[in-house]
């Protein structure tokens, strides 16, 4: 059995001890996860890749726009599980197709059917609903249980995210190389996204590059602005090797930081390394999220760090589990993270430490070849 058949069979058996017959998956990054068809950004819900899983005949439907049939019948990675593809030839004939499917399967008003209740929306399902001439009584939404399949890694996921955090972390080094006095932070962006695309990998999201006061704008796009000696550089880069996501920060400085800065630098740093010891099985997100805090604060920055400690890295760059304040995730084996405290005060400087991690008996960082300080000489 392959890879992805054994991931429907576990749902299949998730979806039938809830007593659910019939499951439509309308994202496609799920379609993805189950399947393998390597096209699941599509921005246009109604021309996205929709998966129907018939769960006791363990069959799978995917529908698919017309143009992406001949691409989907190849790329679709099941083995073992029964399976079909069929085109779509106009967005607005996906939800006739995926309404003449259901009743094909014996669909009944009172059949409980699963569904992605945090991606389709009202709307789709009241579409569904005039198509098929009743009133869906037992929908269940299912989004959480395959969110919490998607957050436990095997081992073929961690591969292509340590794969992709090898190709953030070699952008990161060719941009350093390149940080001089004057430089600016857009021709640094280009360097970092000229070296994701040589290596043949993608972007996960534009690369942020925020030098100086700018940096205390924690997702501050990249600017004309020039870089100057002393100041910090922070810079987020997202990698994506088929698939799966990397996400990497580090803050640059030309020449040696500032006695205050050095400090900060030091101060996140610490806090990082306290949240990536912290990382281990059967403990709450917030659990974690507590001990960087208690980091920065006993070293006068808590006030200062004003996001959470950090997220699941996968086929999203943000999935779960969320490793912040009021999170209820549980942190368990197979997940991979990332830990990425930071101080951010207004007018003057920003700083941010992110490494990707998988959970382990003890945390394994896969963006380690990477200094956590860095200051080059230029």
Known sequence: ????????????????????????????????????????????????????????????????????????????????????????????????????????????????????????????????ENNLGWKLAKLQDVSDLINDMRAIKDEHEVRLIRRACDVAIKAINNAIEHVEDGIKESELASIIVKSIVEEGATLAFEPIVASGSRAAYPHGAYSDKKVRRGEPIVMDVGARVKGYCADVTRTVVIGKPNGD????????????????????????????????????????????????????????????PRIGVGSKDIIKRGMVVTIEPGIYIKGKYGIRIEDTVVVREKAEVLSIELEKIIMTKS
């Open 1 to 128: 059995m392959g890879l992805y058949d054994e991931r429907v069979k576990r749902l299949i058996s998730e979806l039938d001890k809830k007593g659910i017959e019939v499951t439509i998956i309308a994202n496609p990054l799920n379609t993805f996860y189950f399947t393998g068809f390597p096209k699941p950004f599509f921005p246009d819900k109604d021309r996205a890749t929709f998966l129907l899983l018939n769960v006791k005949k363990e069959k799978v439907i995917i529908f698919v726009p017309e143009l992406e049939l001949y691409e989907a019948e190849d790329e679709v990675r099941l083995k073992t599980i029964e399976h079909e593809v069929r085109g779509v030839k106009v967005k607005e004939d996906f939800i006739k197709a995926l309404t003449s499917t259901l009743k094909e399967m014996g669909l009944r008003p009172y059949m409980r059917i699963g569904v992605e209740g945090a991606y389709v929306g009202f709307s789709f399902v009241e579409r569904l």
């Open 261 to 320: 800065l050095l400090k900060a630098m030091e101060s996140v740093r610490n806090a990082q390394e306290r949240g990536i010891e912290a990382l281990r099985g059967e403990r709450t997100a917030e659990e974690v999220d507590q001990e960087v805090r208690k980091v920065l604060e006993m070293e006068g920055y808590g006030m200062f760090f004003i996001h959470s400690t950090g997220h699941g890295v996968g086929i999203e760059v943000h999935e779960k």
